[in-house]
Nanobody, 125 residues
Framework: QLRFVESGGDSVQPGGWLRLSCEASTWNFEMFNIGWFRQVPGKEREGVSCIAAIDGPTKYADSVKGRFTISRDKTKKSVILQMTNLKPEDTAVYYC??????????????????WGQGTQVFVSS
């Protein structure tokens, strides 16, 4: 199973920005589709953004299009979520995982492994 470590969450004001990082316990991390997902208490995890293997195509939830950017860093060892113009509704714990990515799909892969601890993003209102 893959193990994921998320970092970069913080408390910010509306309109602020954060850079989240996802690292995984595999040397061939770049060979997997990876997604960012978020969850608030009482709700199911929501797909935020996915990126295909080998720094391929990306997909974004409508709620974050134009504000968030997913990418792989220069070392190909991390997947980054650059979050700008943050809104109170972005408040959640953010997780990364292996993903299923298509024109219409951005969801966790059935064999993604286990969820990490996530990283908390809080946008004040």
């Amino acid at each position: 199973q893959l193990r994921f470590v998320e970092s970069g969450g913080d408390s910010v004001q509306p309109g602020g920005w954060l850079r989240l990082s996802c690292e995984a316990s595999t040397w061939n991390f770049e060979m997997f589709n990876i997604g960012w997902f978020r969850q608030v208490p009482g709700k199911e995890r929501e797909g935020v953004s996915c990126i295909a293997a080998i720094d391929g195509p990306t997909k974004y939830a409508d709620s974050v299009k134009g504000r968030f950017t997913i990418s792989r860093d220069k070392t190909k060892k991390s997947v980054i979520l650059q979050m700008t113009n943050l809104k109170p509704e972005d408040t959640a714990v953010y997780y990364c995982a292996r993903a299923v990515l298509s024109d219409t799909t951005c969801r966790p892969h059935p064999d993604f492994g286990t969820w990490g601890q996530g990283t908390q993003v809080f946008v004040s209102s």
